[in-house]
C-alpha cells in the first residue's frame, strides 16, 4: 500500500512538472522593440543613393537629444507625416505635424548612408568605378596611394576593380600566384609586379590624380600588347591621312 501511494505521489510530481514544461513550450517568444519616439523638429524630403524619395525626419527626445531618421515615402505617408500630390505623386510635407511628437518603428528605419572618403571619390572618379568600391578597400587598411596602383595594374591586365581588389589582397599575401603577366610568366614580388606592368612612379601616382595631372589613357598605363595595337593604329591612321 506504501509503495501505491509513493508511485502515484511520483507519478503526480512528474505531471506537474510536464504541465508546466508544456506551458513554458506553448508560451509565445516576443521579441519587443522600443519604439523612436519624440518631438518632431523638421520633415524634409530628398532623394537616395538609388534615386528614390526619402523623408527626412528630427526628433528631439525626452532626454534633449535630437536623432534623424530616414524613412520611406510610404511609411511616411502612415504616420501621416507627408501626402501625395493628387497630380504628380509627390510626397508633400505636413508642416503641422512639427512640434508634434511621433513613435516610430525602428524596423522601419532606412539605414543611414555610409560615409565615403573624399580621396575615395576622386579616385573612383578617375577610374570610373564605384566609390564605395574604393572606400570598402581604404577600409581594409589599404592606403590611397597603393589603391590607385592596383587600380591602375589592373587596367593593364583589362581587368576591372574587382581585380585591384584581388591586386591589393595579393600585396597583402604575398602570393601573386594568380596573376598571370603579358609575357606569360608569374610575379613573385611587388616590385617586379608593378615594374612588369610599366607603372611609372612620375605619372602614376595618386598626387597627379588628386591634382588633376594624370591621364588615364596614359600608353603606359597599356600592357605591351595593347600599346603595340595602339602604336599600329596610329601609324595605318597617318597613312590613309597621306592618301587623302
Same mark, same amino acid.
Given at each position: 500500500?506504501?509503495?501505491? %501511494?509513493?508511485?502515484? +505521489? ?11 514544461? +508544456? ?13 523612436? /519616439? +519624440? !518631438? ?7 532623394? #537616395? $543613393?538609388? #534615386? $528614390? !524619395? ?13 536623432? !534623424? ?9 502612415? *504616420? #501621416? ?7 504628380? #505623386?509627390?510626397? @508633400? ?5 512639427? =512640434?508634434? $511628437?511621433?513613435?516610430?518603428?525602428? !524596423? ?28 570598402? &578597400?581604404?577600409?581594409?587598411?589599404? +592606403?590611397? =596611394?597603393?589603391? /590607385?596602383? /592596383? ?5 593593364? *591586365?583589362? =581587368? ?13 599575401? =604575398?602570393? &601573386? ?10 610575379? $613573385? ?11 611609372? %612612379? ?5 598626387? @597627379? ?12 598605363? *597599356? ?19 597621306? @592618301?587623302?
Amino acid at each position: 500500500m506504501a509503495k501505491t %501511494k509513493l508511485l502515484g +505521489g511520483v507519478l503526480l510530481v512528474l505531471a506537474v512538472l510536464f504541465a508546466q514544461v +508544456g506551458s513554458v513550450a506553448a508560451a509565445p517568444q516576443t521579441q519587443e522593440t522600443t519604439p523612436i /519616439a +519624440g !518631438t518632431i523638429q523638421s520633415i524634409t524630403t530628398q532623394a #537616395g $543613393t538609388d #534615386g $528614390t !524619395t526619402i523623408v527626412v525626419v528630427t526628433l528631439l527626445d525626452d532626454q534633449g537629444a535630437s536623432q !534623424t531618421v530616414n524613412l520611406s515615402v510610404e511609411t511616411a505617408v502612415a *504616420l #501621416g507625416l507627408v501626402t501625395l500630390d493628387e497630380t504628380t #505623386g509627390e510626397p @508633400v510635407v505636413d508642416e503641422t505635424k512639427v =512640434g508634434q $511628437t511621433v513613435e516610430i518603428d525602428p !524596423t522601419t528605419v532606412i539605414p543611414e548612408e555610409e560615409d565615403v572618403h573624399p580621396i575615395a571619390d576622386i579616385l573612383a572618379e578617375f577610374f570610373d568605378v564605384d566609390p564605395s568600391v574604393v572606400n570598402g &578597400y581604404h577600409e581594409d587598411g589599404f +592606403g590611397f =596611394g597603393v589603391i /590607385a596602383q /592596383a587600380m591602375w595594374m589592373s587596367d593593364s *591586365l583589362n =581587368g576591372d576593380a574587382e581585380m585591384a581588389g584581388l591586386i591589393l589582397e595579393a600585396k597583402k599575401s =604575398g602570393d &601573386y600566384s594568380a596573376f598571370t603577366l603579358p609575357d606569360g610568366s608569374t610575379p $613573385t614580388n611587388w616590385g617586379q609586379f608593378k615594374k612588369a606592368l610599366h607603372e611609372k %612612379k612620375d605619372k602614376h601616382n595618386l598626387g @597627379v590624380i588628386v591634382s588633376g595631372q594624370a591621364d588615364d589613357d596614359d600608353d603606359d598605363s *597599356l600592357n605591351p600588347q595593347d600599346k603595340e595595337k595602339k602604336e599600329k593604329k596610329e601609324k595605318k591612321e597617318k597613312k590613309e591621312k597621306k @592618301v587623302k
